[in-house]
């Protein structure tokens, strides 16, 4: 019988068939999976304790940051506890038999349109966007229109019984989705030494070159910042917020030095979590 206990649930945002389905099935094999409407229901789902962990994707190599996301992680009171690198393999779906020229528009979320852009446009297909890749999918499935695809995963393709009619379809042969682990506990007991990640978010006080400062703490202390990204606040100009990662561990001696620098040019300041770095990043790296 399938254990759908919370404690072996995993939350993820969209349809059955997702990339964000796929990272949490590489992550958790033997867990669960819950899909979920938006990235609000995914979080509170772990929130209201129905599920273990929420898999989200935060940043593409390609299309760059989910932006919806970083408006949402200020508010939740989860902790990033991992990360997973997917390489995006996109295929261009449609109801079996159909041809390549038979497709004229290809439905699909904007990031995944984006990175297929220049391939659609030399195949002269348009491009409409959907709720998400696998949503799309289904989408098209139900209309069996010849005339219309989707772009989304293999595995969308063999939930909804669509035929892949052209593969890799995406621009950059590097596309590669960074997905993170939410969790309502942080991580215990994390070993010093081991490659760490480190989490957080912050807004300087509005005064000259407090930002600099800032940056300046981790320079000194030869800390490794690699994402460091700014938003707006309310729609208020000064009301600038930064979300950070760093290569560390809080309890290494550069690190404190650097977040105590760090809190004195700062009104708020929150670590969002610390965690294994994964294996895609250490052999990239190396």
């Given at each position: ?16 068939g ?7 099935k ?114 098209v ?146």
């Amino acid at each position: 019988m399938t254990n759908r206990s919370a404690d072996n649930l995993i939350s993820f945002q969209g349809e059955p068939g997702a990339y964000s389905n796929l990272a949490s099935k590489a992550l958790f094999p033997n867990m669960e999976v819950m899909p979920c409407r938006t990235f609000e229901d995914a979080l509170a789902s772990v929130d209201e304790k129905k599920v273990k962990y929420a898999v989200i994707p935060i940043e593409n190599s390609v299309a760059g940051r989910v932006a919806d996301i970083h408006y949402l992680i200020p508010h939740s009171s989860l902790h990033i506890v991992g990360e997973y690198f997917l390489r995006i393999n996109h295929h261009l779906l449609a109801i079996p038999g159909t041809k390549l020229e038979d497709v004229k528009i290809v439905r699909s979320h904007e990031q995944a349109l984006g990175q297929c852009r220049k391939t659609l446009d030399s195949l002269g297909i348009s491009r409409e966007v959907y709720a998400d890749t696998a949503a799309a999918a289904k989408h098209v499935a139900e209309l069996s229109d010849p005339s219309i695809g989707a772009i989304a995963s293999s595995l969308a393709g063999e939930i909804y019984g669509l035929e892949s009619i052209k593969k890799d379809i995406e621009d950059a042969s590097h596309n590669t989705t960074r997905f993170v682990v939410f969790s309502r506990e942080p991580l215990k007991d994390l070993p010093l030494g081991a490659p760490t990640m480190t989490s957080f978010i912050f807004q300087v006080r509005n005064t000259p070159a407090a930002l600099y400062k800032v940056m300046g703490g981790f320079a000194t202390n030869g800390i490794n910042m690699t994402k460091l990204e700014s938003y707006q606040l309310g729609g208020e100009i000064s009301a600038t917020q930064f979300y950070a990662d760093i290569e560390g561990h809080p309890d290494d001696i550069g690190v404190k030095n650097a977040f105590e620098e760090l809190e004195f040019f700062t009104d708020v300041f929150r670590i969002l979590g610390s965690y294994p770095q994964s294996q895609y990043r250490i052999d990239k790296r190396e």
